[in-house]
């Protein structure tokens, strides 16, 4: 791999133990792991034994960003990944959060393809980077200040220009639901908020001038053009802020990408603004409309999303943990009295800062909190646990796209530390334009003839959209996995890849090329397609290894996906789906065949070329696809067969 363009060119290393700060080559890792996730992978293989906990000082904490980043025209690439273990993950696992905004684009233009964090500072720091010059800067004034108000700060002190990623409270508190914050309102999941406490590093800021080359930049201009001609819709194309007051949003698109999406921005009656899209907005929506009832309720979830990020917590998880909490409550475990929480006013935003502020602050009844809803409800007892039933998912962020509908989604979660959401889409958005289709819903044209070109091109088989089987499923899982290693390895976008279906064309049939086209065009090297997927093969053979390592046997599901009868989905509530042959039939109070769920299972080892009976992986397989250190490294903990 070519490493004069699209690279930075070093990923820095920063030890805060010692204070030292090197960096190390990008093409020592780019040439077979791409970027983004495959580096941080390798990186983590390579330097993090199983044994180390998520707050050890000999974890990892890796902010990456891929070749695809900062090079002009954007072809959203832009993204960026957070990478470590997880203290959310049961257990303890590598795990990884995908933000967009502008702060990966601008360390990419200081100079570094990504930054690994090691050790653990003895007094609050921040990592100052700029134009490949890096230093670490004293932070106790900081430790203690919201994630807003850290970003405020700092840029109050270093210019408005630079981009700042900083933990708030929660981070600080080691919560375990703790987010990281960054410019233009990018949140990261998965914990990585608490790891950064852990490690006593307040923010990283960030400020570059560099400019990103590309082999050719003609090429990649043409190709921008195609994408953009590919990528057009309707205007009544999909809308990520849906439910929120037309005149006060305004678009913010994360910085480089000429995509563009409904990524929005919402200005309250105050004229306070914030990022309000996606889980943002449902997150608190109906228990704060429960609540006002006739009063004005309608700026509450904005101001129940920005509580959050100031605190530095998921919504996601927060709102699984809501759930819990309000089943207590109504069961007469918890009351306001034996919290100190005010349970009588759920859906108020006094009840939310009080929670938000206990959870952060490990605050009274936020220290039987503050480890998460599962490990809460043991702390709890009085049979608690019990009323955790059909809504927590692995890394306790709910269920999203499920696998009794789905299948190939019950696959793709149950070989990930957390909900792998970027992979569900890939399934889901397909599937729910031919919802629409099928409900004769104007200007749909995901028709089941549409389907299943689709689903041959892109998951290698039409059986992959016939929701009356669990065949073809674990050919696509595969397909989608390969694909989307890929999509967070380069880094590109959840929403605008891949190009599945083509709103004006004859066969509405996207293109899985062009991933290949684009970075053939930046690096100056010629990636074919299936080449740029044996690439993400390999990649999910790395996370595979580590996972073996530290959580062997958990390609698992929460059970309940086996006994429990789906619940309605508001945008399919007749649960209609494509049987066999195109017929249309209904999954409504569907569960899984746990008897053919581990079938396929079996099925999807096999086409992996693992062990059909354990899931070990193979050291035929490994070494087939140059990864022949793993396999040495699995064979010492007799892990490869
Ligand atoms: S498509 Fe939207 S979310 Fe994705 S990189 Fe572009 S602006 Fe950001």
Known sequence: MNREFGYAGDVLRVDLTSRRITSVPTIDYAARFLGGRGIAAKVYWDEVAPEV??????????????????????????????????????????????????WGTELKRAGYDGIIIQGEADTPVYLSVTNGKAELKDASALWG????????????????????VTTGPAGEHRVAMATILADNDASGSSGFGAVMGSKRLKAIAVRGSRRVETAFPERLTELNREIRRLKKTSPSGSVWGAGVTPEKKRLDICRGCS?????????????????????????????????????DWSEVPFHAAMLANDYGVDVFALGTMMMWLSRCYRAGILTDENTGIPFSRMGSLEFLETLIRKLSLREG???????????????????SEKLITDYVSKGEQGIAYDPRYYITTGLLCAMEPRMPIQQ?????????????WADKAKGAYVSTDVLRAVAKRFWGS???????????????????????????????????WPIITV????????????????????????????????????????????????????????EFHFTMPMRDDPTNPQGI????????????????????????????????????ATGLQTKAILEALDLKDVATGLEQRELVT
């Not at 200040?145 to 270093?158: D, F, H, M, N, V």
């Open 145 to 164: 200040k919201s994630t807003l108000e850290t970003r405020g700060t700092l840029k109050e002190q270093l210019g408005s220009q630079t981009r700042i």
């Open 462 to 496: 039409e059986l992959a959209v016939d929701l009356s089987t669990y065949e073809g499923k674990a050919l696509t899982a595969t397909r989608v996995q390969d694909r989307r290693y890929v999509h967070e390895s380069l880094i590109l976008c959840d929403w605008a």
């Open 365 to 383: 009844f936020g220290e039987v909190l503050a480890d998460g809803t599962v490990r809460a409800s043991e702390k709890v007892g009085k049979e």
């Open 577 to 612: 789906a494509p049987g066999e042959n195109g017929e249309i039939f209904t999954k409504k109070g569907a569960v899984l065949d746990r008897a053919r769920f581990e079938e396929m299972k079996r099925e999807f080892y096999g086409l992996r070329g693992w062990d059909t």
């Open 424 to 436: 569900l889409h890939e399934v889901s958005r397909l599937f729910l334009n031919w919802v629409l």
């Open 259 to 295: 995509l563009g999406c409904e990524r929005l921005v919402y200005q309250d009656k105050d004229g306070r603004e914030g990022k309000f899209i996606c889980g943002q907005v449902g997150f608190y929506q109906v228990r704060a409309q429960r609540y006002y009832g006739e009063q």
């Open 503 to 558: 709103e004006f064309s004859d066969d509405h049939v996207g293109d899985p090329s062009l991933e290949s086209k684009v970075l053939s065009a930046a690096l100056g090297e010629e990636i074919g397609e299936e080449a740029l997927y044996k690439i993400g093969e390999r990649i999910v053979n790395l996370q595979r290894a580590i996972m073996a390592r530290e959580a062997r046997g958990s390609d698992t599901l929460p």
């Open 53 to 102: 906990k998520a707050f050890d000082p000999d974890n990892r904490l890796m902010f990456m960003t891929g070749p695809l980043a900062g090079v002009s025209p954007g072809v959203g690439g832009v993204r960026w990944l957070v990478c470590g273990k997880s203290p959310t993950a049961k257990p303890e696992q590598f795990s990884y959060a995908n933000l967009g905004g502008s």
